[in-house]
T-cell receptor, first 112, second 114 residues
Framework: GEDVEQSLFLSVREGDSSVINCTYT??????LYWYKQEPGAGLQLLTY?????DMKQDQRLTVLLNKKDKHLSLRIADTQTGDSAIYFC????????????FGTGTRLTIIP | DAGVTQSPTHLIKTRGQQVTLRCSPI?????VSWYQQVLGQGPQFIFQ???????GRGNFPDRFSARQFPNYSSELNVNALLLGDSALYLC?????????????FGEGSRLTVL
């Protein structure tokens, strides 16, 4: 079955880079996503990567995918206080179906 | 533009009762999905509806049901509530031409079952 795992907590100093890691088990995953959840707000899609890619960069965000090891990471450069949130890794294996399998989320805390 | 709206935002029920949660998608979005987020965990897929038809169902008991109306709004019903149904229930909508997996989530309905 599908399973997505993440570490629960990460603390980073303001201005440093944050790296959030995720592992997944479903080898048929087609798309992998990073969603952000801020307190009192709904989840927001940050970025996604197709399974035949190994890297995607979007401004301060860099996504790395190691398909062999089923490992996904999100790097946030120059981390700011506004980046404090819970970050969820998610995967889907059937484009057109809205079933996403989410990880448990990583709570990112920024140290001033 | 209004985002995905859900009601009620908070509610308290007792075991055995029934609850109906409501969701209005973003204008132009025809797909609505429901997710359950238990405290400390990631969201779990419950249902997806597109053009009033069920497109997907997660691993939830038959006590959970949903429907979509002609205006694309949706209701999630949960019967015979259990303590374990306490969670944040998230609704998400998606437009016809979207980035893959780009779901627009509402802020959720927080259900507490006593």
């Amino acid at each position: 079955g599908e399973d997505v795992e993440q570490s629960l907590f990460l603390s980073v100093r303001e201005g440093d880079s944050s790296v959030i890691n995720c592992t997944y088990t479903d080898s048929s995953s087609t798309y992998l996503y990073w969603y952000k959840q801020e307190p009192g707000a709904g989840l927001q899609l940050l970025t996604y990567i197709f399974s035949n890619m190994d890297m995607k960069q979007d401004q301060r965000l860099t996504v790395l995918l190691n398909k062999k090891d089923k490992h996904l990471s999100l790097r946030i450069a120059d981390t700011q206080t506004g980046d404090s949130a819970i970050y969820f890794c998610a995967e889907s294996n059937n484009f057109g179906n809205e079933k996403l399998t989410f990880g448990t989320g990583t709570r990112l805390t920024i140290i001033p | 533009d209004a985002g995905v709206t859900q009601s009620p935002t908070h509610l308290i029920k007792t075991r055995g009762q029934q609850v109906t949660l409501r969701c209005s998608p973003i204008s132009g979005h025809k797909s609505v999905s429901w997710y359950q987020q238990v405290l400390g965990q990631g969201p779990q897929f419950i249902f997806q509806y597109y053009e009033k038809e069920e497109r997907g169902r997660g691993n939830f008991p038959d006590r959970f049901s949903a429907r979509q109306f002609p205006n694309y709004s949706s209701e999630l019903n949960v019967n015979a509530l259990l303590l374990g149904d306490s969670a944040l229930y998230l609704c998400a909508s998606a437009p016809p031409d979207r980035t893959p997996g780009e779901l627009f989530f509402g802020e959720g309905s927080r259900l507490t079952v006593l």
